[in-house]
C-alpha cells in the first residue's frame, strides 16, 4: 500500500485509493460546538452543506473518520425524523424503523454469528477426526459420533467400535503393529499439510485479509479506522472456510480471535441493509462493538463475558445502548449455538467441569505462584512473538507466506504425533486436563491407586497415591508443554485465521495440572504438616487437580492479553466453576501485574503498534510535560504549513496546491495579511469538489476565484464565474494555544476521536498536530530524555516559541512559518541546569 510522505497528515495511514461511501445528508438548524481551545463558536449548518455534493463527507480507506462530524450528522437525522414523524402515517412508520433498526440489526448478527460458529465447531471437529480415520456407516460423522449407535466400545475403549477404521486398516489392513503406526503417522502428515497449504492458498488468493486473529484489526477500526475490505464478504467466506482448515491441521492455534472477526463481518454486512448504519462510521460502529461480544459469546458460550470483553478489550466508544444492544446480540448468538448443539453435550459452555471439592486457603499460594507463571508466559511470548514477526517484515522470509505455513505445519505434525496429548485437539486437550478424576474416568491421569475398599460410586474420591499412568503422563504433558510454547510463537502471526485463547489456555492448563497434581501428592505423603493438618485429614479428598488446570489457563491468558474481568467471567462461565472465582481473580490479577512489570502492552496492542496503525490506547498515561508547540507540524527548518485564503485563491491555485503536496487538509486563514483562522478543508473534499464544479457548473476555469465565505467577493465585470467553496469548509475545527500540555491534547483525541487539531497563537494558525504525531511523539518519549521545556517554561521568559527573545513575532513565510529560534546564553545555562535537575 502507498504511505503518504506527509509529516502532518489528518491521517497518516496511507492508501490513495478512493472509495467513497453514500453522500453525505443535507444538515439543517442550528448547532453549538466547542472547540479545543475552549471557545465556542456557533455556525449555521445550512452554510455547512447548503450545497451538498456527492462523495463529501466520505472518508478513503487507511483514514481515521471524524467522530464529532459523524456525532452531528445523526443528531441532525434523528431531530428531521423526529420533527416529521407526525406528518403522515408513512413518515411514522420510518419513524419506528429507524428506532428498531439497531435491534435489528444486532439480532441478525446475532443470528448469524450463532450459525457459523455452530457450522465451523462441527466442521473442525470432523476434519481433525478426518486426520486419524473415517466412519464407514457414514462419512460425515466425526469418531466420537460413529461409536454413539454401536454397541462394541467397553469402558476403557469408549471410543473404539468396528464402524470406525483407522487409516492403515483401510489401506494395509492391520490395526496394530509397527507398520500400521507407520501408515497412520505418514497420513496424519498428509492431511495436516492438505489442510494447512488449503487455508493458506485461500487466503493469499481471495482474502488476505483473512489471515490472523483480527482483533488487533477490530479494535483499530472501532478506534475510527477504515480499512476497506477488512469486515467485507469475501473475508467473511474464506474466513470461515479456513479457519476449519487451519484448527484442523492441528497447528497451535484456536478458533476464538477469528470468531470475534467473522461476528465482525456479520455486523459489517448487515449494517449495510439500514441507512442509519450504512451513512454513519460512528454508528457502523456501535454495531461492530456488539458483534464483537457475539464473537465471543459463541466462541467460548459465555454471552455475558463476551459483553465484558467489548467492553474492555476492543470497544473505543461503548454507549450505554450499545452495551444493551451488545448483551441481547451475544444472548441471540449464544441462544443459536445452543440450538445446533455442536458439542453433543446439550451445554452452551465447552468445557464444563464439576468440582466435589471446595478450596482452601492455603491453596491461594499455589495459584498465586501459577499467576506469575501466567505474568513470566506472557511477557515472554510478547517478546518472542513481536520479534519473530517483525524479523518476518523485514526479511525475505516474509515473501513467502506459503512456504512458512507449510514449514510450520509440517514441524507441527511430526514432532504432535508421537505424543497423546499434542496429537489430539487442543480444546478435547483442555477438557481432559480441566475434568476432575471421578469413578467414570479412564484417563492417563487418572491412574490412581485405588484401596480396594472404597466404592466405586462415591463422588468424593479421596486422594490417593499417583499411579505410573499419572507419572508417565506427566512426562508427556511436560514435553507438550514445551511444544505448546514453541509452536505458539512461530504460528500466531501467519497466513491463515490464528486466535491465541486456546493454545494460552492450552499452556496454562498443563502447568496447572502438573502442578495441581504435585500438590495433591505433598498432602497426601505429608497431611501431618503444618499447612495440612489444619484442613486435609487422611482420606479426605483435598486437592482438585482440575482446578489448578482452570486457574493455570486463565493466568496464562491473562498474561498474554492482559484481560481482567472479562477474562475471570469467561472462564466460569466456561466451565460453570462460580465457586472458584476468587482463585481465578487471584491468578489473572497476580499474571497482570507480573506481566505488566516487564511491559503494559498486550499482544493484541503489541501487534497494534507493529503494524503501525493508528491507534491510541485510553488504558495508557500520559505523565510527560511537553506542550502542543514541541509537537505539531511545522516544526523549525522544515517545509512551511500549507494554508489556503478564504477569498483571494483561484481554481488553479487549488490544484496546484493538491498537486504538489501530499497533505490531507488545509487550514483557511482570513487572508496573507490576518493569519486569523477560518476553518479546516480536507484535501479529499476539495478535490472532489473542484472536479463537480468543473463537471457540472458552467463558467468554472482555472481563473475563477474561489471563496470560503458566504458571500462572493467584489469582482471586475469581466471576471469569470466564482466558485463558493464554503460548504466544505469545517468552520469550528478543534483548536489548542501552543502553551496547552501535551496531556490535554492526548485527552482530546482519545475522548473525542479526533483526526488532527491546530495550533494557534492568539488566534493565528502556528501548526497542526494529527494523531501520528501523537504516536510518534509517544515512541520517541519511550527512548529518550524527557524534553528541556516544562510547561512553566516558556512563562518565565516571557515569550513563547512563536516569538524572539525580544517578545515581537517571528517572521513567517505565508504568515506561518516559524524561523529558527537563536538560543540566549542565558537561557542556554539554563536549560542545562534543567537538563542535569530532569537525569538526577
Known amino acids: 500500500m502507498d504511505m503518504p510522505s506527509d509529516p502532518y497528515l489528518p491521517y497518516d495511514g496511507g492508501g490513495r485509493n478512493c472509495i467513497p461511501l453514500q453522500e453525505m445528508q443535507k444538515r439543517g438548524a442550528n448547532y453549538t460546538m466547542t472547540n479545543g481551545g475552549g471557545i465556542n463558536s456557533t455556525t449555521h449548518l445550512l452554510d455547512l452543506l447548503d450545497e451538498p455534493i456527492p462523495g463529501v463527507g466520505t472518508y478513503d480507506d487507511f483514514h481515521t473518520i471524524d467522530w464529532v462530524r459523524e456525532k452531528c450528522k445523526d443528531r441532525e437525522r434523528h431531530r428531521k425524523i423526529t420533527s416529521k414523524k407526525k406528518d403522515s402515517v408513512w413518515e411514522f412508520i420510518k419513524s419506528l424503523y429507524d428506532a428498531w433498526s439497531g435491534w435489528l440489526v444486532v439480532t441478525l448478527t446475532g443470528l448469524a454469528s450463532g450459525a457459523l460458529a455452530g457450522l465451523i465447531d462441527i466442521a473442525a471437529d470432523w476434519m481433525t477426526d478426518l486426520k486419524e480415520g473415517i466412519c464407514l456407516n457414514a462419512m460425515w460423522f466425526n469418531h466420537e459420533q460413529c461409536c454413539w449407535g454401536s454397541n462394541e466400545p467397553t469402558f476403557e475403549a469408549r471410543n473404539e467400535c468396528p464402524q470406525w477404521k483407522t487409516w492403515a486398516e483401510l489401506i494395509i489392513g492391520q490395526a496394530n503393529g509397527p507398520g500400521s503406526y507407520i501408515m497412520n503417522y505418514i497420513m496424519y502428515i498428509f492431511w495436516a499439510l492438505g489442510f494447512g497449504f488449503l487455508a493458506v492458498s485461500l487466503v493469499k488468493v481471495f482474502a488476505p485479509y483473512a489471515c490472523g486473529s483480527g482483533i488487533p484489526e477490530i479494535k483499530t477500526i472501532l478506534s475510527g479506522f477504515i480499512i476497506r475490505g477488512y469486515l467485507g464478504k469475501w473475508t467473511l467466506l474464506i474466513k470461515t472456510i479456513t479457519l476449519v482448515l487451519a484448527v484442523a491441521s492441528g497447528l497451535s492455534l484456536g478458533k476464538e480471535g477469528p470468531l470475534v472477526h467473522v461476528a465482525c463481518c456479520c455486523g459489517n454486512i448487515f449494517s449495510y441493509l439500514f441507512p442509519k448504519y450504512n451513512k454513519n462510521e460512528a454508528k457502523k460502529r456501535e454495531v461492530l462493538s456488539a458483534a464483537s461480544a457475539a464473537g465471543v459469546s459463541v466462541a467460548f458460550g459465555a454471552p455475558i463475558g463476551g459483553v465484558l470483553f467489548s467492553l474492555e478489550e476492543v470497544s473505543y466508544y461503548f454507549p450505554l445502548k450499545t452495551l444493551w444492544r451488545s448483551f441481547f446480540a451475544a444472548l441471540v448468538a449464544a441462544f443459536i449455538l445452543r440450538s445446533i448443539n455442536p458439542f453433543g453435550n446439550s451445554r452452551l459452555v465447552l468445557f464444563y ?379 469550528s475545527p478543534f483548536t489548542v494555544t501552543d502553551h496547552t500540555p501535551m496531556e490535554i491534547v492526548v485527552d482530546i483525541f482519545r475522548k473525542l476521536g479526533l483526526r488532527q487539531c491546530l495550533v494557534t497563537h492568539n488566534g493565528n494558525v502556528l501548526g497542526i498536530i494529527t494523531k501520528k504525531n501523537i504516536l510518534e511523539h509517544l515512541e520517541q518519549l519511550k527512548h529518550h530524555v524527557e524534553p528541556l521545556a516544562s510547561p512553566w517554561h516558556y512563562n518565565e521568559k516571557g515569550h513563547p516559541p512563536s516569538h524572539g527573545s525580544n517578545g515581537r513575532p517571528r517572521s513567517r513565510v505565508n504568515h506561518v512559518q516559524l524561523n529558527t529560534i537563536e538560543e540566549d546564553p542565558e537561557e542556554s545555562e539554563e536549560e542545562v541546569q534543567l537538563l542535569k535537575s530532569t537525569v538526577i
Open 353 to 731: 467441569v464439576e468440582y466435589h471439592t471446595p478450596w482452601y486457603l492455603f491453596e491461594l499460594i499455589p495459584f498465586i505462584l501459577l499467576g506469575v507463571f501466567g505474568g513470566l508466559w506472557g511477557a515472554f511470548f510478547i517478546r518472542a512473538n513481536i520479534a519473530w514477526c517483525r524479523r518476518r517484515k523485514t526479511t525475505k522470509f516474509g515473501k513467502f507466506p506459503v512456504l512458512e505455513v507449510i514449514t510450520v505445519t509440517v514441524i507441527t505434525a511430526v514432532v504432535a504425533f508421537p505424543n497423546q496429548y499434542t496429537r489430539k485437539n487442543t480444546s478435547e486437550l483442555i477438557k481432559e486436563l480441566f475434568t476432575d478424576c471421578g469413578p467414570l474416568e479412564s484417563s492417563p491421569l487418572c491412574d490412581y491407586q485405588t484401596d480396594a475398599n472404597v466404592s466405586k460410586l462415591l463422588d468424593d474420591i479421596p486422594d490417593r497415591p499417583a499411579g505410573q499412568g499419572v507419572y508417565d503422563a506427566i512426562g508427556k504433558l511436560a514435553l507438550a508443554l514445551i511444544f505448546k510454547i514453541i509452536m505458539t510463537i512461530f504460528t500466531f502471526g501467519i497466513k491463515v485465521p490464528s486466535g491465541l485463547f486456546i493454545p494460552s489456555m492450552a499452556i496454562g492448563a498443563i502447568a496447572g495440572r502438573i502442578v495441581g497434581i504435585a500438590v495433591e501428592q505433598l498432602a497426601y505423603y505429608h497431611h501431618d504438616w503444618f499447612i495440612f493438618s489444619q484442613w486435609c485429614n487422611v482420606g479426605a479428598d483435598c486437592v482438585t487437580p482440575g482446578l489448578y488446570a482452570m486457574v493455570g489457563a486463565a493466568a496464562c491468558l491473562g498474561g498474554v492479553t492482559r484481560m481482567t474481568v472479562s477474562l475471570v467471567v469467561i472462564v466460569f462461565e466456561l466451565t460453570g466453576g462460580l465457586e472458584y472465582i476468587v482463585p481465578l481473580m487471584a491468578a489473572v490479577m497476580t499474571s497482570k501485574w507480573v506481566g505488566d512489570a516487564f511491559g503494559r502492552e498486550g499482544i493484541y496492542e503489541s501487534h497494534i503498534r507493529l503494524n503501525g496503525y493508528p491507534f491510541l490506547d485510553a488504558k495508557e498515561e500520559f505523565t510527560h510535560t511537553t506542550l502542543a508547540a514541541d509537537v505539531m507540524r511545522p516544526r523549525r527548518n522544515e517545509t512551511p504549513l500549507s494554508v489556503m485564503t478564504q477569498d483571494d485563491m483561484t481554481v488553479e491555485d487549488l490544484e496546484v496546491m493538491i498537486n504538489e503536496t501530499t497533505y490531507n487538509g488545509f487550514p483557511v486563514i482570513v487572508s496573507r495579511e490576518s493569519q486569523r483562522l477560518v476553518g479546516f478543508a480536507l484535501r479529499r473534499d476539495i478535490t472532489i469538489a473542484l472536479e463537480n464544479a468543473r463537471r457540472k457548473q458552467e463558467g468554472i476555469v482555472s481563473s475563477s476565484r474561489v471563496h470560503f465565505t458566504q458571500h462572493a467577493p467584489t469582482l471586475p465585470a469581466d471576471s469569470p464565474r466564482p466558485l463558493k467553496l464554503r460548504s466544505i469548509l469545517d468552520m
